[in-house]
């Protein structure tokens, strides 16, 4: 069974693969002394999640708390900027929790008159924010947060984890230059140690940020937008990814194999024990390793390794999550010196060119989508639970598989999909053999290899090389680092041409993006080659839109418009569905996402109109076609469009049914319109006069009746209904909900065109984070407390505190019954 996304994020999904729980931020946003951290056991982790933040300058010293200024005139170690000191009064800055992305607040900026060809497109590519070379005043940003030290600390190793950061990032501990990371995707870790205060004085973490530059061509936000976590561990200690598991599946059970990395930053050789037991979802030990012993010389890093067997294994799958943790004592002079956990699932992954993916050799077919890292009113700081929002709504879908595009994802968004059993491609953000894109590649490989939910490792996604021998020698030198890391799990790549040349020689599994009516060809040419679609579908929609007009850049959400690259969702699924020799798909895309606006390339789209939702998630009319052939086993019709065409009495309407069932009858008002077997993976067709009223579709499945919709004509908008995907949300401080607001008529029917201004309000322990519409052309603040509805539905996200009494959300709107909503947090 799949576990819920309640479930998964109060088993501690969210935690990875860390020793033990976090223990809340340092600070609660306010300047000043941090706490004293609670310590638990011989390892301590601090999730740093309140920061103060305030804008710097990419040109001007002054303005970026004198960076540039004592490094030109007085150049020492710990005196670098004002901002980074820890004296420095920040209380006038802003109190962020991160995950945060500044950019999303920055105001939108269409190109000044002239403008080249180039700027434009590098504008249009952002989704127009006011961020890049063009605005120093906006793309630089400056982090602190102080953290407790005590004179213990100072025989302790110390470092920080951030899990992302975008872009160029310097991290400052007490004025000094701790560490620096040009990557905005990569993992990385900072040691902080020798820059700290161990005798009462404050210690402080600053971070200057620099977003001038971008890696992708599409919205990549600003900011620390991933999790920070401060661990404190012994100087003899597991390092950061230094653990290990992989799994033999066979007709005896599973071989369970460890390995373990011990470091020593002390001075002195150590002879340590290790210590592991695997232990089951219910808490109980399964098996334990043999005991090992090993002698580790001073700073340097030793591993021990050791296997296990587990007789009757529960294997990890989509529809049973199953996850073990090992549990790694380091045990020294008979005192426990450092506790590691490791959550993996066992299973077995594996492309076959005639079977197309198998998962415990079982062929399963990819039923995917390929996101950017980000959703209306957050941007790129997207908080945990609505990562797991995000995953549900495709799983709704009956999607099964997701393509991190193009970059790997956030290590909380592994987490989840190992919850709640989602299939994971994690993307390399360059294909590139230079030493910084290899390191780039190594931390992303180590630090998501005990994923069970990563299936494949993509190594480049439509590179000007891809075809070439430089391309094929570039992704095999990639391909020899995944495989020293890992050589569990096959590569990929994702190919706009040259699928039998350059690196399509080099990786395990060919990916087709787009092109899919070549796939037979290649097929009948390469039969042992592993195929799937890499990129597919590219169907363009305003959500709630039936006809297109360029004039306001909108495209009919009927499934005809797509880029001449491109096809239609029924196009790619009716070649895929049937052959068990390609292995599926990922859609272009789950989710419509900020930047690469198409069909639209020109101010005011600020989005793209691909996702089979919008950027706040809700669905258009061709999620119901991947729903109703993605779950065949869940009778569905879905009817298209709705029902308020005032003026058009009499004129012929074009209405679309998807669905699944063998027979759909349409009625107009209660009068059939007649009876059509429904194509498999496909959809039917009527042409109805329209009058006033009500059409209804019915499905029927051997002569019963087994699914309807329904679409009424509705009158004016007269009352907001709020609802809330979940009502006892956890009071962690940082769980969120997602509140969908609908504007409905004097009847409780809903508005299709509706667009009143709603002003949203909370009452009690919780905060509007981010507002949204999914109206691709809206330049509406994504942070604020009001949003405009579209097509009838509004989004307001709502992080819940850390109090549990109860929280009351109101939206009202001029001449509107308001709509309100309960919510009663749960202690967590």
Known sequence: M???????????????????????????????????????????????????????????????????????????????????????????????????????????????????KETEDAAAAHGFKAIGRDFPGNSVGWYRTPIAIDAADRDRALWIEFDGVFRDCIVFVNGYVAGRNESGYAPFAVPIGDFLDYDGGPNVIALRVDASLGEGWFYEGAGIYRHVDLVRANRVHVPQWGSVVRSTVGSDGAIVSAALDIRNDGPAPVAAVVRQRIVGANGQAVAALPETSLTVAPHTTATATGSARIAAPQLWSVETPYRYRLHSEVVVDGITV??????????????????????????????????????????TGIPDALHAWRIAQLQEMG????????????????????????????????????????????????????????????????????????????????????????PTRPTTFAFDNSWDKGAARIVD??????????????????????????????????????ANDAARQIVRAYDTEHPWWASTAEEWWTIVADRSDIAGGFIWTGFDYRGEPTPYPAFPSISSYFGVLDTCGFPKDNFYYYRAWWRPDQPLVHLLPHWNWPGKDGQPIEVWVHGNCAEVELLLNGRSLGRKPMPRNRHLRWDVPYAPGRIEARGYDKGRRTARDVRETAGAAAGVVLTADRRRPLASGQDVVMVRAELVDAKGRIVPDAADLLRFAVAGDATIIGVGNGNPTSLEADQADRRRAFAGLAQAIVRIGRGTGPVRITATGDGLTSGQLLLLPQAV
């Open 338 to 379: 450092d506790t590691y956990v490791t959550p993996f699932g066992i299973r077995t992954v594996r492309f076959d060119g005639a079977g197309g993916f198998l998962l415990n050799e079982r062929p399963v077919k990819l039923l995917g989508s390929c996101n950017h890292q980000d959703h209306a009113g957050v941007g």
């Open 2 to 116: 799949l576990i819920s996304r309640r479930e998964a994020i109060a088993a501690g999904a969210l935690a990875g693969a860390v020793a033990l729980p976090g223990l809340g931020s340092a600070h609660a946003g306010v300047s000043g002394e941090a706490p004293a951290p609670v310590y638990i056991g011989p390892r301590r982790v601090e999730r740093l999640a309140d920061w103060r933040f305030h804008l710097g300058h990419a040109a001007d010293v002054e303005q970026d708390f004198g960076f540039g200024r004592y490094q030109r005139t007085y150049a020492k170690a710990g005196v670098t900027a004002d901002a980074s000191s820890p004296a420095f009064d920040d209380k006038g800055w802003q109190a962020v929790m991160v995950p945060h992305d500044w950019a999303v607040a920055l105001p939108f900026a269409k190109p000044a008159a002239p403008a080249t």
């Open 399 to 486: 999607s099964n598989a997701w393509r991190s595009a193009h970059n790997p994802p956030a290590a909380a968004m592994l987490d989840l999909c190992d919850a709640m059993g989602m299939l994971m491609i994690v993307e390399a953000r360059r294909n590139s053999s230079d030493p910084a894109a290899m390191d780039e590649l190594s931390r992303i490989v180590r630090r998501d290899r005990n994923h069970p939910s990563v299936i494949s490792w993509s190594l480049g996604n439509e590179e000007p090389q891809q075809g070439s021998p430089r391309g094929a020698r570039v992704t095999q030198a990639m391909q020899d680092l995944v495989r020293e890391l890992d």
């Open 509 to 546: 599994a060919v990916g087709f993006n787009y092109r899919t009516d070549r796939m037979p060809a290649f097929k009948a040419a390469h039969p042992g080659v592993p195929v799937y679609g890499s990129e597919t579908g590219s169907t363009v929609a305003t959500r709630g839109a039936y």
